[in-house]
């Protein structure tokens, strides 16, 4: 018994791993890519994330070109197997060309619809509707701090300018420095105004609506060191209430010497200000995730190759394991039929169980390798018995033919359609016939004249006309007759068909020769008796001729002639007178 179970080929279990490889690429590169998009509020293109869109992009490349040799490799492999004519070639070409017409379609659509919706999807969010809404949202927030600012610059002016004429600076001034700031913010509507001198801070003057967590702090200093130095400044402090947008101007008197600074801050409500950073926010990351564009496209576009490659890899995949499941057991039948005809026994092929029909294919298969070994072997058996049969049939006919050879009957066998089929020495002898006779029909092989009573008896036996033939003949043979007792018997043939004949022959020519000696002493004798009475001549040629006449022999003429001529002699004595 040869057990031979189904392997798997190792390019089976690498072209699965490589499935599964391109697989997990694939779902990886799609959810880092969904990953970075759903958190785009955070997400800012810098280097690291250039790196890892361009690492994604090369990764599906990567994976589309594996899964591209793999696919070739394939396909190469089955057309190889094709014209090298290997069982089942033809089958695994026609699944495979199935299957791919069948998964063309769905990943040409796939390609052309997806690259296309992701075109389109990645178009609208860097549209210039976009982009010109976000550059219109950071203008107007721009143009809003740039009013509060010219307005708070507007409002520091006048102050300092009032502040200078009046000399409000001057220490003997300064008593009523407070009143004439606070009624100037109050007219004004400022919100809070901050007058430095070299010397340091003079006074704060706060709207009493601003809780005290509205106080910026030291920034009011560094603009008023900007003032100080007769420079203009402006900047913008958070708080949390909002944006204190801040301006700082020089108090010149008029020689325009610096004697002070007025700093005034105009608060920008808590939403406007935060609605203005996230617009600029939004505008940045809007800027830097424009410059990936391009990438996104790409990586979106390889992961949808990547998929449709997948597609046509699974189709492919699918096909030859299909094909595999089918050929294999067909393959494996073929060979262990070949190993049969081979001649070797107790073939049995193995292949995994299921519940199928290739698990039945094989089975009886294996039931009819069983049967097939064990008739072989019951054929082995009964050829032996049938050699030994022929050795002693062999021998019986060696034993026949030494028998029919050395005895003096004679025997000659003739087979149902009349054809002579042996004839022994002693049936050559006593017949005259030739060797070369054997094989022929009766009138060929017993020709001429004489032999025609033979012929005769046998045809009666083959006709059916007579059961058994027994006759006395006389065949001339070699210049002087033979008598021959002839005795005709049916030859049993095979079932269902006509017997032949066999012809026995006994010589009777020594026991005629021997009686007709022993007859004419008898004569001899009943002479020496009678020898003197003359009418014994005449009764013995009487006798002979009536014996002659009751046996039909052939010389009856030559006898009655003989006989005839003694009587007249022997009356033609007795009418003599004696002397």
């Keep these: 018994m040869v057990d031979r179970p189904m392997p798997r080929s190792p390019s089976f279990r690498n072209n699965a791993r490589l499935v599964l490889l391109a697989t997990a690429g694939a779902l990886v590169s799609f959810l880092a890519v969904q990953l970075l998009l759903r958190k785009s509020r955070d997400f800012a293109p810098d280097f690291l994330a250039s790196v890892l869109l361009y690492g994604l992009t090369v990764l599906n490349l990567t994976l589309l070109l594996v899964l591209g040799f793999v696919l070739g490799r394939n396909l190469v492999r089955v057309l190889m197997e094709r014209r090298r004519r290997v069982l089942g070639a033809r089958f695994r070409m ?55 600012a010219d307005r708070s610059r507007v409002h520091a002016r006048a102050l300092a300018r009032e502040l200078a004429a009046r000399g409000s600076l001057t220490p003997e001034k300064r008593a009523s420095l407070r009143r004439l700031v606070e009624a100037r913010a109050r007219e004004l509507r400022i919100d809070m105004v901050d007058v430095f001198v070299p010397e340091g801070e003079l006074l704060a003057v706060m709207d009493p609506r601003l809780p005290p967590a509205s106080d910026p702090g030291p920034s009011g200093e560094t603009l008023a060191d900007s003032a100080l ?9 958070p708080s949390p209430l909002g944006d204190l947008v801040r301006v700082g101007v020089p108090v010149r008197d008029a020689s325009g010497t610096v004697q002070g600074a007025v700093v005034v801050s105009t608060l920008l409500p808590g939403g406007v200000a935060a609605e203005a950073r996230e617009v600029q926010e939004r505008y940045t990351k809007f800027r830097k995730t424009e410059a990936v564009k391009e990438p996104i496209k790409a990586l979106y576009v390889s992961i949808y190759l990547l998929a449709a490659l997948l597609i046509l ?65 019951e054929v082995d058996h009964t050829r032996a018995g049938l050699t030994r049969k022929n050795q002693e049939l062999e021998e019986r006919r060696r034993l026949m033919e030494t028998v029919l050879e050395t005895v ?12 002579v089929t042996a004839v022994n020495a002693a049936a050559l002898r006593l017949l005259d016939l030739d060797p070369e006779g054997v094989g022929r029909p009766l009138e060929e092989a017993l020709p001429g004249p004489g032999r025609e009573e033979l012929r005769e008896l046998v045809h009666r036996l083959l006709s059916g006309r007579s059961p058994r033939q027994q006759r006395e003949i006389l065949v001339p043979a070699r210049g002087r007759d033979r008598h021959l007792a002839v005795t005709v018997v049916p030859l049993p043939g095979p079932p269902g068909s006509p017997p032949g004949a066999v012809a026995v022959l006994d010589d009777l020519t020594p026991l005629m020769r021997a009686q007709k000696v022993a007859a004419w002493g008898e004569v001899a004798r009943k002479l020496a008796h009678e020898i003197k009475n003359p009418l014994t001549p005449i009764q013995l040629s009487a006798q002979r001729i009536r014996k002659a006449h009751v046996k039909g022999a052939p010389d009856f003429e030559k006898v009655l002639a003989e006989c005839t001529s003694a009587i007249v002699e022997e009356v033609e004595a007795l009418k003599r007178p004696p002397t």
């Design 94 to 148: 026609r699944l495979l060309l199935v299957f791919l017409l069948m998964a063309i379609a769905p990943s040409a659509l796939l390609i052309a619809v997806g690259s296309d919706l992701i075109q389109q999807a990645i178009d609208r969010w860097f549209s210039v509707d976009v982009e010109r809404i976000l550059s219109s949202s950071q203008a107007l927030g721009t143009a809003l701090k740039e009013s509060v």
């Design 229 to 237: 130095a007769g420079k203009e400044a402006e900047t913008i402090v």
């Design 313 to 377: 890899f699974g189709a492919v995949w699918l096909s030859l394991y299909l094909a595999r499941r089918i050929t294999t057991p067909l393959r494996l039948v073929a060979e262990g039929a070949e190993r049969i005809a081979s001649g070797e026994r107790g073939v049995r092929v193995d292949f995994p169980s299921s519940d199928d029909e290739f698990t039945a294919l094989i089975a009886s298969f294996n039931r009819m390798s069983e049967r097939l070994a064990r008739s072989e072997e």
């Design 408 to 419: 003096g009957t004679g025997v000659v066998v003739v087979d149902a359609e009349g054809t």
